[in-house]
């Protein structure tokens, strides 16, 4: 009998995880749970290891035999990787495994899967709920409402607000998450630009989106939105200097992650009116400080890192790794693999 750790949290929870592998596998499976504190806690560095949630100590103790462990925030640093002597397999039902040290489980023969879109349409549906919130100044006007201001004189035409309908709207990323804005976008009869080097073109003309190099995307959109993948060459993508060729009163929208941003020059920009509105789900610190001074900018509108935060979502990811679980299981390769070195000690999977 193959022996299950479900490692979930408040948002995943274990018996999610327990569910969705009875259900992948044929197999008679033993499980035990464990249950992280996230989000209830938040998440942090772990040894080596990124945005994890509880201790190694937690982790080693509840890891005993089990072959096989499904989690969302487990740190599995390379300390803990190094005493799980039986485990082969950990599913992360993450879009990427940022709390597994990689090079560790490859090295100890321990397969990484992952949960690409789990989240894409939680975080597609936030995104351009964003944009409408910015372009309609949805939470200003409620909070001035409820403070006893009725804002009338926001029909001035120059308080007035932006239909998404004939503006023009640029993504910055085209993956799962940046497919479903861009169909959602032109549902409203948006004109929709991307950047994104890595994009189909052929699929992009499809889909009925204009590919365009970043710096055409920024001079000609009225709305921006991020949804890139954050790594090396990425990080503060849209600065200082690109942010300037935004359109006048142009609406900058990020809820993928806080480092493609550099948000130092965005409070001078918001109190000149070069930049109209900024929403925004994730922080170049997370949580930024009671002091961070886009608190106190104009038009700034903020949320908790929450663009993901659906039911469906914790299913769907749950399933994921199930179904990456079960075909382990089965004897076949996993579909997302992320240190496909290891696969060279796994011959015997069949595609």
Not at 50 to 78: C, K, R, Y
Not at 163 to 183: D, F, H, K, Q
Not at 235 to 261: D, Y
Not at 265 to 280: C, E, K, N, T
């Amino acid at each position: 009998m193959t022996s299950v750790l479900a490692a979930g949290d408040h948002f995943v929870h274990p018996e999610v995880f327990v569910d969705a592998l009875r259900r992948a596998s044929a197999r008679e499976l033993r499980f035990d749970t464990l249950k992280l504190p996230w989000p209830v806690e938040p998440f942090g560095p772990v040894g080596n290891v990124q945005e994890a949630s509880g201790t190694e100590q937690q982790l080693l103790d509840a890891l005993g035999d089990h072959e096989i462990v499904a989690t969302q925030m487990a740190p599995f640093t390379g300390d803990v990787l190094a005493a799980a002597k039986n485990l082969k397999f950990v599913g992360v039902c993450r879009g990427g495994p940022v709390n597994v040290d990689l090079q560790a489980a490859t090295d100890n023969g321990v397969i990484v899967s992952y949960a690409p879109g789990r989240n894409a349409a939680a975080a597609a549906e936030f995104a351009v709920g964003l944009m409408l919130a910015a372009l309609r100044r949805i939470p200003g006007s409620d909070a001035e409402l409820k403070d006893g201001n009725w804002r009338g004189d926001y029909y001035a035409y120059e308080n007035a607000g932006i239909e998404l309908e004939g503006s023009t709207v640029g993504l910055v990323g085209y993956g799962a998450i940046g497919r479903i804005v861009a169909r959602v976008l032109r549902a409203f009869g948006a004109t929709v630009l991307v950047a994104d080097p890595f994009a189909d073109p052929i699929q992009a003309a499809g889909e009925g989106v204009e590919l365009v190099e970043l710096e055409a995307l920024l001079r000609r959109s009225s709305v921006v939105s991020l949804h890139a993948r954050l790594t090396p060459e990425t990080r503060n993508l849209l600065n200082a200097e690109n942010l300037k060729l935004l359109p006048e009163g142009a609406v900058l929208v990020n809820s993928a992650r806080g480092g493609l941003l550099d948000y130092a020059p965005l409070p001078d920009l918001l109190r000149s009116g070069r930049l109209g509105a900024l929403a925004v789900d994730v922080y170049d610190i997370e949580p930024p400080p009671r002091d961070w001074p886009l608190f106190d900018a104009p038009n700034v509108i903020t949320t908790p890192h929450l663009a993901g935060a659906t039911r469906q979502t914790a299913h769907r990811a749950a399933e994921i790794v199930a179904g990456e679980v079960g075909r382990f299981l089965e004897g076949r390769r996993p579909r997302f693999v992320a240190n496909p070195d290891v696969l060279a000690r796994y011959e015997d999977l069949q595609p």
